[in-house]
Antibody, heavy 121, light 112 residues
Framework: QVQLQESGPGLVKPSQTLSLTCTVSGGSISSGDYYWSWIRQPPGKGLEWIGYIYYSGSTYYNPSLKSRVTISVGTSKNQFSLKLSSVTAADTAVYSC?????????????WGQGTTVTVSS | QSVLTQPPSVSGAPGQRVTISCTGSSSNIGAGYDVHWYQQLPGTAPKLLIYGNANRPSGVPDRFSGSKSGTSASLAITGLQAEDEADYYCQSYDSSLSGYVVFGGGTKLTVL
């Protein structure tokens, strides 16, 4: 079955860019049936949708993060990536990637385990 | 503040029935967009529990049910079990600001 795995640095300095990659196994990002999403969860808080990408490259972002976020398909066709610029301590969170079956909203039926990113000098 | 409002916590004894509300507005739930529900057990990734307002993915017990009316949705859990203790999140879509996915703030279910 499809599995997702996040990877990237666990510590990022303030004002720098957070970069994470999600590797998809057991399936293909090129399937037209899904959006590929990033979601985050600050410590002790709820879920926040960051954005998603369609296999064609179309992207959709949370308006509150849009000016700082870029989601792209990786050089490997079964990877997609997140970049969040100008990070502050408020961006400290568990970052998860998820597969979302197309709909409004997409239902996220497969999730990665999540990776903790701390913003600190 | 979340666009979708959930009670911070609910509780119930084993075997009882509990409900978790998710209140939105005319730009999200009231506009006809679907509501999905997720269960997050401690230290784990969220799991899709209910989709399309009232549908259960394969493997989810029929003790879990969802409904939607007007600008609100609800998750009901009957025959409460200790393993149901978790955080529950509703999710929908909001058509303001060119449209975006929204989550509720989450509800902590405690099984007494």
């Amino acid at each position: 079955q499809v599995q997702l795995q996040e990877s990237g640095p666990g510590l990022v300095k303030p004002s720098q860019t957070l970069s994470l990659t999600c590797t998809v196994s057991g399936g293909s990002i090129s399937s037209g049936d899904y959006y590929w999403s990033w979601i985050r969860q600050p410590p002790g808080k709820g879920l926040e949708w960051i954005g998603y990408i369609y296999y064609s490259g179309s992207t959709y972002y949370n308006p509150s993060l849009k000016s700082r976020v870029t989601i792209s398909v990786g050089t490997s066709k079964n990877q997609f990536s997140l970049k969040l610029s100008s990070v502050t301590a408020a961006d400290t969170a568990v970052y998860s990637c998820a597969r979302g079956e197309i709909g409004l909203p997409p239902r996220m039926d497969v999730w990665g385990q999540g990776t903790t990113v701390t913003v600190s000098s | 503040q979340s666009v979708l409002t959930q009670p911070p916590s609910v509780s119930g004894a084993p075997g009882q029935r509990v409900t978790i509300s998710c209140t939105g507005s005319s730009s999200n739930i009231g506009a006809g967009y679907d509501v999905h529900w997720y269960q997050q057990l401690p230290g784990t990734a969220p799991k899709l529990l209910i989709y399309g307002n009232a549908n259960r993915p394969s493997g989810v017990p029929d003790r879990f049910s969802g409904s939607k009316s007007g600008t609100s949705a609800s998750l009901a859990i009957t025959g409460l079990q200790a393993e149901d203790e978790a955080d529950y999140y509703c999710q929908s879509y909001d058509s303001s600001l060119s449209g975006y996915v929204v989550f509720g703030g989450g509800t902590k279910l405690t099984v007494l």
